[in-house]
């Protein structure tokens, strides 16, 4: 048994899910767009949701849902190609598929979970969600390939499914988490609690077969957004779809509330999110570089964020990291625009392990070696504010010719 | 005579300054990059700078050189090719070069005012701008060639000089305005007044044969400013180097106290630097389209510029323009995510004269032809928040390919 905090080698299906992923003529194409997870004897849950003020149809259909069930979740709807997001209809159909898919699961409506991601503003074809409920239902496995199919399913710009998962062992108990995302573009996530607790869009499932509370899995999953998903960029546009959402079947024995058992979770659940945080950072629309940015010696938490996000949203820093050029000034020119009072004579500035900039000026350092260093496909930047102790770490990427094509003929 | 608010559509030079530019090897290329203008007689000046927390030694020495002088410039010395930031001897060499072009011209050195364009962080070669001092004295002369060649010298990215004129009579007298502005990218400018009042960067100089006191001219440029250069964006990144400088010579002999001098100034004030905003969005890093953004109904006129920022820094918006698609789902998540409190139910949105979203939701419209109106090298876009009755007028671009191909490559 690995550590609690490394992820399996092998992706692992914990007890009490059955996926699956089918075609269902949403998206352009006849790619895979409808997926469901189902918990045949229920799952207790907790979610996140977008703070953007603009939000789709089923992250308030779904979030109604959470609270009126009390945070009880037997299945879940995926489409991908339509966020069902400012449309007539949205609410409307929105709670019509989830309404036939109790029907057919012989669950009661506000059970099930709704999510959508894709084009916003387009009304969503749910006559062909309703026909294709018969075969989703079909398709239903508790493999890998079902949960293949799932994360295939929810995919829009993705090139990848996204999938991490931890096994670990407590007292006598064992306990499976898993892990299943997308992201691609519009990927900068603010998430918040819902009640109980796009366009490419961040869509994360976990699901685990602990014993828990909803309001046990709130917590942690709050805990563990705020160090993982509430800490990426890839373009600085915030999704009206975004959803992260953890469900816990209790088939495993597992209570959460067993000694050392909370513990165990929380550092298996942020292995996870961590791990498909990185995914989808790596795999965002046109990304050819992973960048580790780390903000030092801050004055606040909140201000280290602040910071962070402006030189992960600056499309002069991101594009010289495309070119591999260490122009530190565009990241000089970001913090000093993020509206945070910093001292410009305490700055510093690392490429890699070189520093590039020591009190706010240019230092002596290898130019060649700061070129190669931002070449590779996963580099650090630092950044000291020499104002204080609070620290900000992020994951963002470059900005690439292939990001600006993709998003010029999404829909065109 | 046109009236006051209508362009030149000669480009006038008002009497009392002399114009050079040259070339003294800053720049890769032995393209212009020195530029001088004097007033043999002197000026008063007004001034704007940047809000960037980081802020290159030109405009720190520029704005100390306003206050010890009163607001009084002898000349303006303008190199491109290096921003002259956040490196160890940047005001000592800016000081330096004042003081020498000052002990050439007569004057005293706080009567210098001096500007820097393009790369941040690396030492000014401030030997080649002194040892070049003599030919650029020698090169002034108060012609229009002259004149485009400070306009051609202050140029970074621009592919093309930027001016903009006014003449108008008052009363008895006639004035004359000229603005002379360089852009291209990291243009978002937030600019604030002085006490008195890069890499690519906004500078602008604005010149006059009115006769005004600095305390006038700032209050007119500061009005100018706010409804025209802190309403444009290229790329949402703030420059470390912006500055708008406005000097009056008096040589003309209108008085900005005379009856109804003001009124004229401020309307001829406000045609130049609107025609130079426009030019400089228009000749932005790879723009192919310049949009006209127009945030009505909003609670405030803090939150409709806020609104306006956020739709015209989101760089799906931007890719969308691109490829000219009319994905106004895209404007509807870049305001849901400005941080103001909209009413989704309430926006409206229209692309040139067609309504395509009505409360919050799509309407019926003609695909065909909003793709036509994207299409068009200028358009409109309009935002309705229904809210209140505020309104922001900003101008921006598209983001394309080639404004990433160029900044992936502007060092290496």
Not at 239 to 250: E, H, I, P, Q
Not at 331 to 338: D, E, F, M, T
Request: hydrophobic share 40%.
């Amino acid at each position: 048994m690995r550590s609690p905090t490394s992820l399996s080698r092998r992706i692992l299906v914990p007890p009490g899910f059955r996926f699956a992923g089918i075609a269902a003529g949403i998206k352009a194409g006849a790619g895979l767009d409808l997926g469901l997870v189902e918990a045949p004897q229920g799952a207790t849950a907790a979610a996140l949701f977008t703070s953007n003020r603009i939000r789709a149809a089923p992250l308030q259909v779904g979030e109604e849902h959470l609270e009126s069930s009390g945070g009880r979740v037997r299945a879940v709807i995926v489409n991908s190609g339509n966020a069902n997001c400012s449309t007539r209809t949205g609410r409307r159909v929105c709670q019509l598929i989830c309404e036939r898919l109790a029907k057919r699961l012989g669950a009661i409506p506000r059970q099930v979970f709704p999510s959508s991601t894709g084009v916003i503003g387009v009304e969503l074809p749910a006559g062909r969600i309703l026909q294709a409920l018969p075969r989703l239902l079909e398709a239903r496995g508790d493999g890998l390939a079902s949960v293949q199919h799932f994360a295939r399913a929810i995919m829009t710009t993705d090139t990848r499914p996204k999938l991490a998962a931890v096994r670990f062992r407590c007292g006598k108990g064992t306990a499976t988490l898993l892990g299943v995302a997308k992201g691609a573009g519009m990927i900068h996530p603010r998430l918040r609690p819902s009640g109980y607790g796009g366009q490419a869009t961040m869509l994360v499932y976990l699901f685990s077969d602990v014993v828990a509370t909803p309001a046990q899995l709130q917590r942690h999953l709050h805990a563990a957004a705020a160090r993982t998903f509430n800490c990426i960029s890839v373009d600085g546009d915030t999704s009206t779809n975004d959803t992260v959402l953890l469900l816990a079947s209790g088939t495993g024995g597992l209570r959460l509330g067993a000694s050392g058992a909370e513990q165990h979770f929380a550092a298996a659940l942020e292995a996870v999110c961590s791990s498909l945080a990185e995914q989808i950072v790596a795999d965002g629309e046109g990304v050819r570089h992973v960048v580790r940015l780390r903000v030092e010696g801050a004055g606040s938490e909140a201000e280290a964020e602040r910071v962070a996000r402006a030189i992960a949203r600056s499309p002069l820093v991101k594009t010289a990291w495309a070119g591999g050029d260490p122009n530190w000034g565009r990241i000089l020119a970001a913090i000093g625009a993020s509206g945070v009072p910093v001292d410009p004579e305490r700055i510093e500035v690392f490429l890699g392990k070189q520093q590039v900039c020591r009190r706010g000026a240019a230092c002596r350092f290898d130019e060649w070696e700061a070129h190669r260093c931002l070449r590779r496909p996963r580099f650090d930047v630092k950044v000291r504010l020499g104002q204080g102790r609070a620290v900000a770490t992020f994951l963002t990427c470059d900005l690439t010719t292939d990001y600006v094509r993709l998003n010029t003929h999404y829909r065109s």
